[in-house]
């Protein structure tokens, strides 16, 4: 939890940008509350809104918010505990402290919430809310409204009924912009991730199970700090983007990909990613694609700055992969054309990179394009471009990844020659001998600074090539 003075500028930052827009009525704020994993006591271990974190810093389950946007008045609710609780838990703060750490005076019980929200439908007031990312909360939220279910999930102006769009623009414009005591916890994270990461790399070694290097690697991550800060993807598969399966063996000759971040004790993420020869040196193959995205990271970071948009530099990073494979003589004919075609899409598709902050996709439970794309440029339809989560003019306190990756994937490579998608760019006589090479991802965390950009945490993975096969050989 921050300073008080902080969770007071933001519920005033966001009434002004509510008030700018000329909203009126209610903003109702819900907490996460508990989630059983299989039966009731025995739930999942508890992670707040982060909606809910950012404005009213309570880091426990029940507890919702009402900020009047006519009045400026603010209450926080939620329940004392009574002797029930006080058995298992012990004594605990009171709602009314709770309220005072984080600037806020008024506070009451969890059911006058309810009724506050009535009261605001029943008058016929407006009530904005962010669309929900638990069905609890969302099921809530229904009752709360009388709408729908899906209707509590669907963004759009408030007066339609659903979530408010207006509230999540306002939201998303703050967020978007990292604080300095934000900053300072994102730092933290990328240190934790640093050390996770170290371990996964000590633990490359053929013979050894992937899920005892996970094991080793979220350790860290809970001896350090919250946890991870997204689902651990490690594989030596790495051809399938998202792989959550852990169940091979380190084999010699293949490649590791490791996707993984960590959550601090304040939950804001880290999430990095680096590919490990699993013998501990490149073949001739392995280290020019690694090189190619290793140099397309650099170019990425080189480009990154305030004025500049991450759509340009996700053009210009696929473009610079592009000419190097065409190099190797994967592709052919002109590179413009075929980032304009979308050809980069069968080697990389996803995009460049993602906001990050309390969430390792920042925000993206109010919508990826409010997040990412605001009103500033159309989505493209193209497989990679697509794809791309941040395609915004930079601005200094913007935290983004800088993940570019090459990918061999043959179901994609066999429909692209099937479908005739390549418009004759591809040499697929050429990729015939890589459809059991995998794939290629190296990620780091970026902070836009006001002259620039800089990495995040105090130390920086090794990512070329011949650093990691010294340091692996040293290990």
């Known amino acids: 939890m921050f300073n008080s003075d902080v969770y007071v500028n933001r519920r005033r930052s966001l009434l002004e940008k509510m008030a700018a827009g000329s909203s009126r009525g209610i903003a109702v704020f819900l907490g996460n509350v508990d989630a059983p994993a299989n039966y009731r006591g025995n739930d999942y271990k508890f992670r707040q809104d982060s909606n809910f974190l950012y404005f009213w810093g309570v880091d426990e389950p029940w507890f919702a918010a009402v900020l009047d946007l006519d009045t400026a008045q603010e209450c926080l609710y939620g329940n004392d505990v009574d002797i029930d609780d006080i058995i298992w838990m012990g004594p605990q703060p009171s709602v009314a402290s709770k309220g005072e750490a984080v600037g806020c005076a008024r506070t009451a019980p969890l059911a006058e919430f309810d009724k506050a929200v009535a009261e605001a439908v029943a008058a016929g007031r407006p009530v904005h809310f962010l669309p929900p990312a638990r069905y609890y909360n969302q099921m809530k939220l229904a009752e709360l409204t009388g709408l729908s279910n899906q209707a509590v999930r669907k963004v759009g102006p408030v007066a339609a009924g659903g979530a408010s769009e207006e509230l999540v623009k306002a939201v998303v414009a703050l967020r978007l912009i990292k604080e300095q005591c934000e900053i300072e916890e994102l730092d933290k ?59 091979q063996i380190i084999t010699p000759g293949r490649l590791l990909v490791v996707d993984a971040g960590a959550e601090s004790n304040t939950h804001y993420a880290s999430d990095f990613t680096r590919t490990y020869p699993c013998s501990g040196k490149f073949t001739t193959k392995q280290r020019e694609i690694y090189d190619i995205v290793e140099q397309a990271n650099e170019l990425a970071f080189s480009l990154t700055r305030p004025g500049t948009s991450y759509w340009d530099v996700h053009c210009a990073t696929v473009r610079y992969m592009l000419e190097q494979l065409k190099a190797l003589d994967f592709v052919r004919g002109d590179v413009d054309e075929m980032v304009a075609c979308g050809i980069s899409g069968l080697f990389m598709p996803h995009g460049l990179g993602h906001n990050m902050g309390m969430d390792v996709h920042d925000m993206e439970d109010l919508g990826e394009n409010y997040v990412g794309y605001g009103d500033e440029r159309q989505r493209s339809p193209l497989l990679g471009m ?32 099937r479908e005739g998608t390549d418009k004759g760019f591809v040499n697929y006589e050429k990729l015939a001998g890589y459809y059991d090479f995998g794939g290629i991802r190296l990620e780091d965390d970026v902070l836009v600074t006001a002259d620039g950009a800089r990495r995040l945490g105090p130390y920086r993975l090794p990512i070329k090539s011949s650093d990691i096969e010294s340091v692996m050989a040293e290990e």
């Open 189 to 247: 994270a990328a240190e934790i991730g640093y050390w996770m990461h170290t371990e996964a790399r000590r633990g490359c070694k053929p013979g050894v199970l992937e899920q005892e290097i996970v094991g080793r690697m979220e350790g860290v991550t809970y001896s350090k700090g919250w946890g991870p800060s997204f689902t651990t993807i490690l594989s030596q598969n790495g051809e399938t983007l998202h792989n959550h399966s852990h169940h």
């Open 386 to 417: 697509g794809n791309l989560r941040m395609a915004r003019d930079l601005k200094p306190g913007h935290v983004i990844s800088d993940e570019p990756g090459i990918y061999f994937i043959p179901a994609l490579i066999e429909q692209w020659k």
